[in-house]
């Protein structure tokens, strides 16, 4: 029996040849620049998201098919085998639409400002500021138990009190200061960016980016792990103007998604790892486990496939509840409280599952359609364009690289992440700081 069907089958080819097109066009180009494209970032995340997940999981058999405890295309109890062909064909029209969008617009804008001076030890210290404002407002509401956070594998201990100081209660505001653990991303790539040019005080940036990287992994937030990494990877390599290999990224993607895997099945129900209760899996268990993540992609057929059948258009309730967002809810009680998203799951699995989540061509879709996913799409590869002019003007400059690089990984959370409100709330503590300290740092021109 034929795994896909004619109609599938002709819709993943259409995918992987928008996906093709699109790298051998930057490949071809005269500048080297070109591979660092935004909508090449994109096709990256769909492809794991939306081909090698799905096919993987259709293609396997047996409890390591997809996720440890599965089997195939079950999930969440349910088989979403028959919705498929529905994530596929929005996966597809939503990069066609980006791409349309990303080429079809030209701005031609000349920058208004530009780093004309670049001084690096100014842009190393906006680097350790945001670092040293990130930690301190973490440790304002945890107190002295982000000591415990840097041992990640002794999660009984992270509750544990360090002379009496326990952490404040800012009410409404508590949200803001705990994200705030999320500048130190931007700070350490502000950093790196010049250690590569200075090669001086390795160990400032080594210190940060380890206490980082070992609360991460206590919070068992791996969004937040792969927005370290990855930025730092690509600073390196822009740096040597060398172009991401194959090799190279096939190889970065296998450790990754061993570690996302280990990380999901040692993480307790807290926070912390136990790695107590991995010793009964196999290594191929291990990493089958880490494409639990592309469930994200069966989620969202479902909701293409259940809309508006099952449920109807949710129309412009997820730009006001994103627009609503920042306000706390005891400020603003009448706050929308995006309930759209877990009526969508209750109605999928008969139980809201408040922790699935869906890509964001299912959020563009759910507004009014194929229509809505159209507009949106263009518009979102409209906005990539704009990104993307705004650092070719900047393309020298060791701040706008940072700036630019975190952005494009970035993209990781606004594809996988199909909330719009979670989106712009993350990004405005992981990237809104850094286009900040460019902007203070640059110069008038216009």
């Known amino acids: 029996m034929m795994p896909l069907s004619l109609a599938e089958l002709l819709v993943i080819l259409a995918i992987v040849s928008l996906m093709t097109l699109e790298c051998a066009l930057a490949i071809r180009s005269r500048s080297w620049v070109q591979i660092y494209r935004p909508t090449l970032f994109v ?51 939503f990069y066609a639409s980006t791409l349309i969008g990303f080429h079809g617009w030209l701005p031609q804008l000349h920058p208004r400002r530009l780093m004309v001076h670049a001084d690096l030890l100014r842009i190393v210290r906006w680097g350790r500021v945001l670092c040293w404002v990130g930690i ?64 001086k005080n390795l160990w400032v940036v080594a210190s940060w980016s380890v206490m980082a990287s070992l609360i991460f992994l206590s919070e068992t937030f791996r969004y937040r792990i792969l927005l370290l990494i990855v930025p730092l990877l690509l600073l390196w390599l822009f740096y040597y103007k060398r172009r ?7 190889a970065f993607m296998i450790i990754f998604v061993g570690l996302n895997g280990l990380v999901g099945l040692s993480r ?12 009964g899996y196999r290594p191929v268990e291990i990493i089958a486990s880490s494409f639990e993540e592309a469930g994200v992609f069966f989620t969202s057929s479902a909701v293409l496939d259940s809309v508006p059948g099952k449920m109807p258009f ?50 563009y879709y759910i507004v009014a359609g194929w229509t809505s996913l159209v507009v949106l799409s263009v518009s979102f590869g ?48 992981t990237v809104i700081p850094i286009f900040f300290a460019y902007y203070v740092l640059s110069e008038d021109v216009a």
Request: positive net charge; aromatic residues 18%; proline residues 6%.
């Open 244 to 250: 991401p290999r194959l090799v190279f990224l096939l």
């Open 43 to 93: 096709a990256v995340v769909l492809a794991f998201y939306v081909l090698v997940g799905p096919l993987r999981a259709i293609l396997a058999a047996g409890e390591t098919a997809n996720f440890v405890g599965t089997s195939g295309t079950f999930y969440r109890g349910l088989d979403h085998r028959g919705f498929l062909f529905w994530g596929w064909l929005g996966a597809l029209v």
């Open 314 to 363: 949710v129309g412009l309730r997820p730009f006001a509840a994103a627009a609503l967002q920042p306000f706390p809810r005891q400020l603003l009680p009448a706050k929308p409280t995006g309930a759209y998203a877990n009526d969508l799951r209750e109605t999928i699995y008969g139980t809201p599952y408040s922790f699935t989540a869906y890509l964001n061509f299912a959020e």
């Open 136 to 199: 301190s407002m973490y440790v304002l509401v945890n107190g002295s138990r982000v000591i415990n956070l840097l041992n990640p594998m002794a999660p009984q201990n992270f509750d544990r009190v360090w002379l009496g100081f326990g952490g404040f209660n800012f009410g409404p505001f508590q949200n803001y200061f705990q994200l705030g653990i999320n500048f130190l991303i931007p700070g350490i790539v502000i950093q790196f960016a010049v250690w590569l040019r200075q090669r």
């Open 382 to 429: 409209c906005l990539l364009r704009r990104l993307w002019t705004w650092f070719l003007w900047r393309q020298y400059e060791p701040l706008a690289q940072a700036v630019y690089l975190l952005n494009a990984s970035y993209l990781y959370v606004v594809i996988s992440r199909g909330y719009l409100a979670q989106v712009l709330m993350l990004y405005s503590f």
């Open 268 to 279: 307790t129900h807290l926070r912390g790892l136990d790695f107590t209760k991995v010793a």
